[in-house]
């Protein structure tokens, strides 16, 4: 289920972005409308799960990459149809902020793309999103770096530490709040 779950928002994202004026407000559109999709009916992160949200991120990133548009700039996009569909549904804005992360930055890789700037833009995307539906910021951060530290710590390597370093020497991320969540991210393991 999972797997048609990431192929219907990628055929998605690529249909709606081919011949769209704004790109970046498409890919919005379309992820919040597949998340919608996904939860109508139950309207709980919870009980349709984490992963279910992570592969409409991990869909969307697959689409993006297919159409030639940059991961990094749709990266806050695609957190933003997210929030905005679960925001919509009733659920758990913060819950599905981590999963959305994990995606994007499972997907950023696995397309070949540069897992440092995306984990930055996701994490800015999830505070604009988050405040912009009226949710904590500081908790969206925090989800955000920990759904972008869980994916890295699966994809091995160099990937964790590269995330890290890349999250804390962005100057557009509260500083406080990004060290609190890697802390955080790190005492759990």
């Known amino acids: 289920m999972l797997k048609e779950i990431v192929n219907e928002t990628t055929d998605a994202v690529v249909v709606a972005v081919k011949g769209a004026d704004n790109i970046m407000s498409t890919i ?20 349709t799960g984490i992963e279910t949200i992570s592969s409409v ?28 569909g679960v925001s919509q549904t009733g659920g758990d804005v913060i819950t599905a ?26 994490v800015e995307g999830a505070i604009k999103a ?21 994916a890295a710590g699966e994809i091995g390597g160099d990937a964790i530490k590269t995330v890290r370093e890349a999250l804390l020497a962005s100057a ?15 005492e759990k393991k």
């Open 57 to 84: 991120a991990s869909g969307a990133v697959h689409g993006v990459g297919q159409v030639g548009a940059s991961v990094t700039d749709a990266a806050q996009q695609i957190v933003s149809g997210v929030v905005l």
């Open 172 to 186: 557009q991320l509260p500083r406080d709040i990004i060290e609190s969540a890697i802390k955080g991210h790190d």
């Open 97 to 122: 902020v981590r999963g959305a992360a994990h995606g994007v930055i499972q997907a950023t890789n696995e397309t070949g793309q540069d897992i440092a700037t995306v984990a930055i833009s996701t």
């Open 28 to 47: 919005t559109d379309t992820v919040k409308n597949q998340i919608v999709s996904v939860l109508k009916g139950t309207g709980e992160v919870a009980s």
């Open 130 to 150: 988050a405040g912009d539906v009226g949710a904590n910021t500081s908790d969206a951060a925090k989800a955000a770096v920990g759904g972008a530290l869980d």
